[in-house]
Nanobody, 121 residues
Framework: QVQLVESGGGLVQAGGSLRLSCGAS????????LAWFRQAPEKEREFVAA???????FYADSVKGRGTISRDNAKNTVYLQMNSLKPEDTADYYC???????????????WGQGTQVTVSS
């Protein structure tokens, strides 16, 4: 049974930075693709960033240049570094894991419970 646990969310001022972490239980972490999604109040969940098992990365246009996704297979952890945060980045952030790879929620099989990020203006 795979479990994902996010951490690192919080309240930050516009222009600040946060690093989100997501630890995974279970085996074979290194062969899975990983992603971050976010969901703002009253909005649909949206793709933020993804990293393949081979460390290929891609990003949503809204965070390109401000976000960096990375993984540490030795620690079974995926990270999302977010810089130059904007109020519109306010959302619950979710990590996801799966054998698929893409920008859609359906590409991933396992999900964390989310961590809240609030960016004040």
């Amino acid at each position: 049974q795979v479990q994902l646990v996010e951490s690192g969310g919080g309240l930050v001022q516009a222009g600040g930075s946060l690093r989100l972490s997501c630890g995974a239980s279970g085996q074979f972490f290194s062969i899975y693709n990983l992603a971050w999604f976010r969901q703002a109040p009253e909005k649909e969940r949206e793709f933020v960033a993804a990293i393949s098992w081979s460390a290929v990365t891609f990003y949503a246009d809204s965070v390109k240049g401000r976000g960096t996704i990375s993984r540490d297979n030795a620690k079974n952890t995926v990270y999302l570094q977010m810089n130059s945060l904007k109020p519109e980045d306010t959302a619950d952030y979710y990590c996801a894991m799966g054998r698929g790879l893409g920008r859609h929620s359906s590409d991933y099989s396992y999900w964390g419970q989310g961590t809240q990020v609030t960016v004040s203006s």
